[in-house]
Protein backbone atom coordinates (compact mmCIF):
# COMPACT_ATOMS: atom_id res chain seq x y z
CA UNK A 1 0.00 0.00 0.00
CA UNK A 2 1.11 3.22 -1.14
CA UNK A 3 0.51 6.69 1.00
CA UNK A 4 1.61 9.50 -0.30
CA UNK A 5 1.81 13.07 2.53
CA UNK A 6 1.97 16.11 0.72
CA UNK A 7 1.69 19.26 3.29
CA UNK A 8 2.56 22.70 2.30
CA UNK A 9 5.94 24.10 1.94
CA UNK A 10 5.01 26.60 4.64
CA UNK A 11 3.90 24.17 6.97
CA UNK A 12 8.02 23.23 8.08
CA UNK A 13 8.65 19.38 9.19
CA UNK A 14 4.45 18.92 9.21
CA UNK A 15 4.84 16.58 6.39
CA UNK A 16 7.81 14.13 7.79
CA UNK A 17 5.69 13.89 11.44
CA UNK A 18 2.64 13.24 9.89
CA UNK A 19 4.25 10.43 7.83
CA UNK A 20 5.79 9.55 10.85
CA UNK A 21 3.09 8.98 12.84
CA UNK A 22 1.08 7.36 10.29
CA UNK A 23 4.29 4.72 9.51
CA UNK A 24 3.69 4.24 13.92
CA UNK A 25 0.00 3.22 12.78
CA UNK A 26 0.81 1.62 9.46
CA UNK A 27 4.20 -0.36 9.94
CA UNK A 28 4.00 -2.25 6.22
CA UNK A 29 2.51 0.79 4.17
CA UNK A 30 5.23 2.44 1.94
CA UNK A 31 5.04 6.36 3.03
CA UNK A 32 6.22 8.64 1.08
CA UNK A 33 6.39 12.64 1.59
CA UNK A 34 5.60 15.05 -1.81
CA UNK A 35 8.65 16.58 -2.82
CA UNK A 36 7.15 18.66 -5.59
CA UNK A 37 8.62 16.64 -7.96
CA UNK A 38 6.17 14.65 -11.04
CA UNK A 39 4.72 11.74 -8.34
CA UNK A 40 6.11 8.79 -10.23
CA UNK A 41 4.18 5.80 -8.29
CA UNK A 42 0.50 4.82 -8.13
CA UNK A 43 -0.19 6.14 -4.89
CA UNK A 44 -3.35 4.68 -2.92
CA UNK A 45 -3.97 7.29 -0.11
CA UNK A 46 -2.62 10.56 0.04
CA UNK A 47 -3.18 12.92 2.81
CA UNK A 48 -2.64 16.38 2.47
CA UNK A 49 -3.91 19.96 3.25
CA UNK A 50 -3.94 22.75 0.58
CA UNK A 51 -2.63 20.42 -2.54
CA UNK A 52 0.01 22.09 -4.57
CA UNK A 53 -1.16 22.84 -8.09
CA UNK A 54 -1.20 19.90 -10.31
CA UNK A 55 -1.23 17.30 -7.56
CA UNK A 56 -4.98 15.77 -7.63
CA UNK A 57 -4.52 14.85 -11.21
CA UNK A 58 -1.39 13.13 -10.67
CA UNK A 59 -3.11 10.26 -8.33
CA UNK A 60 -5.79 9.08 -10.31
CA UNK A 61 -5.90 5.71 -8.53
CA UNK A 62 -6.11 6.93 -5.44
CA UNK A 63 -8.32 4.56 -3.33
CA UNK A 64 -9.31 7.91 -0.82
CA UNK A 65 -8.24 11.21 -0.32
CA UNK A 66 -7.64 12.32 3.77
CA UNK A 67 -7.67 16.15 4.12
CA UNK A 68 -5.06 16.94 7.33
CA UNK A 69 -8.10 19.36 8.21
CA UNK A 70 -11.60 19.54 8.86
CA UNK A 71 -12.31 22.04 5.97
CA UNK A 72 -12.24 20.45 2.19
CA UNK A 73 -13.08 23.67 0.65
CA UNK A 74 -9.08 23.45 -0.72
CA UNK A 75 -10.04 20.73 -2.50
CA UNK A 76 -13.63 20.94 -3.82
CA UNK A 77 -13.08 22.88 -6.13
CA UNK A 78 -10.57 21.05 -8.51
CA UNK A 79 -11.63 19.41 -11.74
CA UNK A 80 -8.98 16.85 -11.46
CA UNK A 81 -10.06 15.70 -8.05
CA UNK A 82 -10.43 12.03 -8.62
CA UNK A 83 -13.44 9.96 -7.62
CA UNK A 84 -12.92 8.65 -4.74
CA UNK A 85 -14.20 9.22 -1.37
CA UNK A 86 -12.37 12.65 0.14
CA UNK A 87 -12.55 11.83 4.07
CA UNK A 88 -11.78 15.01 6.23
CA UNK A 89 -10.93 15.03 9.79
CA UNK A 90 -13.79 14.98 12.51
CA UNK A 91 -13.15 17.09 15.84
CA UNK A 92 -9.68 15.12 16.01
CA UNK A 93 -8.81 17.15 19.39
CA UNK A 94 -9.82 20.46 17.37
CA UNK A 95 -13.40 20.74 19.07
CA UNK A 96 -11.66 21.63 22.47
CA UNK A 97 -9.53 24.40 21.04
CA UNK A 98 -12.54 25.87 19.12
CA UNK A 99 -14.37 25.98 22.28
CA UNK A 100 -12.35 27.62 23.93
CA UNK A 101 -12.00 30.51 21.06
CA UNK A 102 -15.86 30.81 21.13
CA UNK A 103 -15.32 31.18 25.09
CA UNK A 104 -13.08 33.49 25.32
CA UNK A 105 -15.46 35.49 22.69
CA UNK A 106 -18.18 35.28 24.44
CA UNK A 107 -16.46 36.52 27.69
CA UNK A 108 -14.65 39.12 26.03
CA UNK A 109 -17.50 41.11 25.07
CA UNK A 110 -19.68 39.91 27.99
CA UNK A 111 -17.54 41.41 30.04
CA UNK A 112 -16.72 44.48 27.58
CA UNK A 113 -13.35 44.07 27.11
CA UNK A 114 -13.61 45.30 23.77
CA UNK A 115 -14.88 48.70 24.85
CA UNK A 116 -11.73 49.02 28.11
CA UNK A 117 -9.57 48.64 25.71
CA UNK A 118 -10.51 51.02 23.58
CA UNK A 119 -10.64 53.40 26.37
CA UNK A 120 -7.32 52.40 27.58
CA UNK A 121 -5.52 53.16 23.89
CA UNK A 122 -7.13 56.56 24.65
CA UNK A 123 -5.97 56.60 28.00
CA UNK A 124 -9.35 56.95 29.22
CA UNK A 125 -10.33 55.53 33.06
CA UNK A 126 -13.69 54.21 32.09
CA UNK A 127 -15.15 52.08 34.52
CA UNK A 128 -17.93 50.62 32.85
CA UNK A 129 -17.34 46.81 33.30
CA UNK A 130 -20.84 44.95 31.93
CA UNK A 131 -20.85 42.80 35.57
CA UNK A 132 -24.68 43.24 35.24
CA UNK A 133 -25.28 42.78 31.85
CA UNK A 134 -26.85 39.69 30.96
CA UNK A 135 -24.86 37.47 29.26
CA UNK A 136 -25.41 37.56 25.34
CA UNK A 137 -27.27 35.20 23.39
CA UNK A 138 -25.04 33.26 21.00
CA UNK A 139 -26.00 31.60 18.27
CA UNK A 140 -23.50 28.83 16.43
CA UNK A 141 -23.52 28.64 12.87
CA UNK A 142 -22.75 25.16 11.98
CA UNK A 143 -23.44 22.46 14.19
CA UNK A 144 -21.42 19.70 13.26
CA UNK A 145 -18.46 18.29 15.03
CA UNK A 146 -16.97 21.06 16.12
CA UNK A 147 -19.98 23.52 16.07
CA UNK A 148 -21.67 21.33 18.94
CA UNK A 149 -18.65 21.30 21.25
CA UNK A 150 -19.03 24.68 20.95
CA UNK A 151 -22.20 25.17 21.65
CA UNK A 152 -22.22 22.70 24.65
CA UNK A 153 -19.52 24.27 26.08
CA UNK A 154 -20.91 28.18 25.85
CA UNK A 155 -24.59 26.46 27.00
CA UNK A 156 -22.24 24.91 29.94
CA UNK A 157 -20.82 28.40 30.62
CA UNK A 158 -24.22 29.88 31.47
CA UNK A 159 -24.69 31.43 27.93
CA UNK A 160 -27.91 31.26 26.36
CA UNK A 161 -26.95 29.25 22.62
CA UNK A 162 -28.79 28.51 19.89
CA UNK A 163 -27.55 27.22 16.72
CA UNK A 164 -28.71 26.85 13.18
CA UNK A 165 -27.89 23.85 10.45
CA UNK A 166 -28.88 22.71 6.96
CA UNK A 167 -30.96 19.56 8.62
CA UNK A 168 -32.51 20.04 12.11
CA UNK A 169 -30.33 18.85 14.84
CA UNK A 170 -31.45 18.23 18.55
CA UNK A 171 -29.26 19.22 21.18
CA UNK A 172 -30.27 19.79 24.66
CA UNK A 173 -30.25 23.38 26.14
CA UNK A 174 -29.70 24.64 23.10
CA UNK A 175 -32.61 26.14 20.50
CA UNK A 176 -32.22 24.50 17.05
CA UNK A 177 -32.89 26.00 13.61
CA UNK A 178 -32.74 24.52 10.01
CA UNK A 179 -32.63 25.94 6.58
CA UNK A 180 -33.22 28.85 4.72
CA UNK A 181 -36.53 29.27 5.98
CA UNK A 182 -35.02 29.47 9.57
CA UNK A 183 -32.10 31.62 9.02
CA UNK A 184 -34.15 35.38 9.80
CA UNK A 185 -35.30 34.36 12.73
CA UNK A 186 -32.20 32.57 13.99
CA UNK A 187 -30.63 35.89 13.12
CA UNK A 188 -32.59 38.16 14.77
CA UNK A 189 -32.12 36.95 18.59
CA UNK A 190 -28.13 36.28 17.93
CA UNK A 191 -26.22 38.50 20.23
CA UNK A 192 -23.31 37.30 19.38
CA UNK A 193 -22.53 35.12 16.34
CA UNK A 194 -20.34 32.34 15.74
CA UNK A 195 -19.36 31.25 12.76
CA UNK A 196 -18.66 27.53 12.13
CA UNK A 197 -19.65 26.96 8.56
CA UNK A 198 -17.91 24.49 5.95
CA UNK A 199 -17.13 26.85 2.94
CA UNK A 200 -19.43 25.66 0.22
CA UNK A 201 -21.36 27.30 -2.95
CA UNK A 202 -24.33 27.67 -0.45
CA UNK A 203 -22.26 29.34 2.68
CA UNK A 204 -19.85 31.18 0.28
CA UNK A 205 -20.74 34.77 1.08
CA UNK A 206 -23.72 34.17 2.99
CA UNK A 207 -23.18 36.58 5.61
CA UNK A 208 -23.67 39.78 3.60
CA UNK A 209 -25.18 43.60 4.61
CA UNK A 210 -28.73 42.12 4.65
CA UNK A 211 -27.62 39.35 7.09
CA UNK A 212 -25.93 41.94 9.00
CA UNK A 213 -28.49 44.17 9.09
CA UNK A 214 -30.90 41.06 10.59
CA UNK A 215 -28.94 40.82 13.63
CA UNK A 216 -30.21 42.81 16.80
CA UNK A 217 -28.28 46.30 16.78
CA UNK A 218 -24.55 46.26 18.55
CA UNK A 219 -24.24 42.24 17.83
CA UNK A 220 -20.75 40.64 16.98
CA UNK A 221 -19.69 38.84 14.65
CA UNK A 222 -16.81 36.30 15.03
CA UNK A 223 -15.98 33.83 12.08
CA UNK A 224 -13.75 30.93 12.85
CA UNK A 225 -14.29 28.96 9.86
CA UNK A 226 -13.61 30.37 6.48
CA UNK A 227 -13.38 33.99 5.54
CA UNK A 228 -15.33 33.96 2.26
CA UNK A 229 -18.23 32.72 4.24
CA UNK A 230 -19.21 36.83 4.66
CA UNK A 231 -18.18 39.70 2.23
CA UNK A 232 -15.56 41.83 4.33
CA UNK A 233 -16.54 44.96 2.89
CA UNK A 234 -19.96 44.69 4.01
CA UNK A 235 -18.64 43.60 7.46
CA UNK A 236 -16.70 46.72 7.52
CA UNK A 237 -19.72 48.98 6.37
CA UNK A 238 -22.12 47.80 9.26
CA UNK A 239 -19.01 48.13 12.09
CA UNK A 240 -18.66 51.68 10.66
CA UNK A 241 -22.24 52.45 10.63
CA UNK A 242 -22.54 51.36 14.39
CA UNK A 243 -24.73 48.21 13.49
CA UNK A 244 -21.94 45.75 14.88
CA UNK A 245 -20.10 46.21 18.38
CA UNK A 246 -17.08 44.27 16.97
CA UNK A 247 -15.83 41.46 15.17
CA UNK A 248 -13.40 38.53 15.53
CA UNK A 249 -11.79 37.27 12.70
CA UNK A 250 -9.73 34.49 12.77
CA UNK A 251 -9.81 33.10 8.92
CA UNK A 252 -10.07 36.01 6.29
CA UNK A 253 -10.72 35.75 2.03
CA UNK A 254 -6.84 35.84 1.10
CA UNK A 255 -4.55 34.35 3.91
CA UNK A 256 -1.88 35.97 5.36
CA UNK A 257 -4.21 39.25 5.69
CA UNK A 258 -2.11 41.62 3.78
CA UNK A 259 -0.75 43.59 5.74
CA UNK A 260 -2.65 47.32 4.32
CA UNK A 261 -5.98 45.46 4.88
CA UNK A 262 -8.27 47.96 6.59
CA UNK A 263 -9.33 44.84 9.60
CA UNK A 264 -6.01 45.51 11.03
CA UNK A 265 -6.11 48.73 12.43
CA UNK A 266 -10.06 48.95 13.11
CA UNK A 267 -11.00 49.04 16.92
CA UNK A 268 -13.72 47.13 16.53
CA UNK A 269 -11.86 44.10 14.87
CA UNK A 270 -9.68 41.48 16.69
CA UNK A 271 -7.36 39.60 14.17
CA UNK A 272 -6.33 36.25 15.00
CA UNK A 273 -3.83 34.10 12.21
CA UNK A 274 -6.33 30.83 11.69
CA UNK A 275 -5.23 29.39 14.58
CA UNK A 276 -8.98 28.98 16.30
CA UNK A 277 -8.01 25.17 15.77
CA UNK A 278 -5.00 23.53 15.20
CA UNK A 279 -4.62 20.44 13.13
CA UNK A 280 -3.40 17.76 15.75
CA UNK A 281 -1.11 15.31 14.07
CA UNK A 282 -1.51 12.23 16.80
CA UNK A 283 -5.21 12.25 16.79
CA UNK A 284 -5.49 12.99 12.84
CA UNK A 285 -3.17 9.82 12.23
CA UNK A 286 -5.32 7.72 14.89
CA UNK A 287 -8.76 8.91 12.38
CA UNK A 288 -6.73 8.42 9.34
CA UNK A 289 -5.14 5.28 9.67
CA UNK A 290 -8.56 3.91 11.21
CA UNK A 291 -10.42 4.68 8.03
CA UNK A 292 -7.34 3.08 5.77
CA UNK A 293 -7.58 -0.54 7.65
CA UNK A 294 -11.49 0.43 7.03
CA UNK A 295 -10.98 0.61 3.53
CA UNK A 296 -8.72 -2.16 3.15
CA UNK A 297 -10.96 -4.43 4.94
CA UNK A 298 -14.25 -3.19 2.55
CA UNK A 299 -15.74 -1.24 5.01
CA UNK A 300 -16.79 2.71 4.09
CA UNK A 301 -14.70 5.22 5.62
CA UNK A 302 -15.87 7.59 8.65
CA UNK A 303 -16.23 11.16 7.81
CA UNK A 304 -16.42 11.58 4.12
CA UNK A 305 -17.63 14.25 2.66
CA UNK A 306 -20.43 14.29 0.56
CA UNK A 307 -19.64 15.90 -2.83
CA UNK A 308 -22.95 17.07 -3.67
CA UNK A 309 -23.50 19.23 -0.46
CA UNK A 310 -19.68 20.22 -0.45
CA UNK A 311 -18.55 19.21 3.13
P1 LIG B 1 -19.02 19.69 9.88
O1 LIG B 1 -19.07 19.25 8.46
O2 LIG B 1 -18.94 18.63 10.92
O3 LIG B 1 -20.29 20.58 10.21
C1 LIG B 1 -20.77 21.54 9.34
C2 LIG B 1 -22.06 22.13 9.88
O4 LIG B 1 -22.46 23.20 9.03
C3 LIG B 1 -23.20 21.13 9.90
O5 LIG B 1 -24.01 21.33 11.03
C4 LIG B 1 -23.97 21.47 8.63
O6 LIG B 1 -25.36 21.17 8.66
C5 LIG B 1 -23.79 22.97 8.61
N1 LIG B 1 -24.02 23.46 7.24
C6 LIG B 1 -23.33 23.19 6.12
N2 LIG B 1 -23.85 23.82 5.06
C7 LIG B 1 -24.90 24.54 5.53
C8 LIG B 1 -25.85 25.40 4.93
N3 LIG B 1 -25.83 25.65 3.62
N4 LIG B 1 -26.80 25.93 5.72
C9 LIG B 1 -26.84 25.66 7.04
N5 LIG B 1 -25.97 24.85 7.68
C10 LIG B 1 -25.00 24.30 6.92
O7 LIG B 1 -17.79 20.68 9.99
P2 LIG B 1 -16.83 20.93 11.25
O8 LIG B 1 -17.70 21.29 12.41
O9 LIG B 1 -15.89 19.82 11.40
O10 LIG B 1 -15.99 22.20 10.75
C11 LIG B 1 -16.62 23.40 10.39
C12 LIG B 1 -15.63 24.31 9.67
O11 LIG B 1 -14.72 24.90 10.59
C13 LIG B 1 -14.71 23.62 8.68
O12 LIG B 1 -15.37 23.36 7.44
C14 LIG B 1 -13.59 24.61 8.53
O13 LIG B 1 -13.87 25.51 7.48
C15 LIG B 1 -13.61 25.38 9.85
N6 LIG B 1 -12.39 25.17 10.64
C16 LIG B 1 -11.61 26.26 10.94
C17 LIG B 1 -10.48 26.10 11.72
C18 LIG B 1 -9.68 27.27 12.17
O14 LIG B 1 -8.62 27.10 12.74
N7 LIG B 1 -10.15 28.49 11.98
C19 LIG B 1 -10.06 24.78 12.18
C20 LIG B 1 -10.97 23.72 11.83
C21 LIG B 1 -12.08 23.92 11.07
P3 LIG B 1 -25.88 19.65 8.89
O15 LIG B 1 -25.66 19.40 10.36
O16 LIG B 1 -27.29 19.72 8.51
O17 LIG B 1 -25.02 18.80 8.02
C1 LIG C 1 -9.27 23.10 9.19
C2 LIG C 1 -8.46 24.29 9.45
O1 LIG C 1 -10.18 23.14 8.37
O2 LIG C 1 -7.41 24.16 10.12
O3 LIG C 1 -8.98 22.05 9.84
O4 LIG C 1 -8.82 25.38 9.04
Known sequence: MHILVSMPSHQGDKA????????????????????????DQTVDYLVTWQ???????????ARAIFTASAGVDALMNDP?????????????GMGDQMASFALYAAFHYWRGFDRMRVAQNRASWSPDTGAVAPRPSVGVLGLGALGQVTARALREAGFPVSGWSRRK?????????????????????????????????????????????????EAVVVNLARGDILVEGDLLAALDNGHLRGAMLDVFATEPLAEDHPFWAHEKVVVTPHIAAETLVEPGADQISDNINRIERGDKPLGAVDRDAGY
Open 16 to 39: RDWAQALQHRLPTAQIAIDTGAPV
Open 51 to 61: PRAGLLAQVPN
Open 80 to 92: TLPHCPVVRLCDA
Open 169 to 217: RDIDGVSTYAGSAEFEEFLAQTNLLICLLPLTPDTHHLLDHARFAAMPR
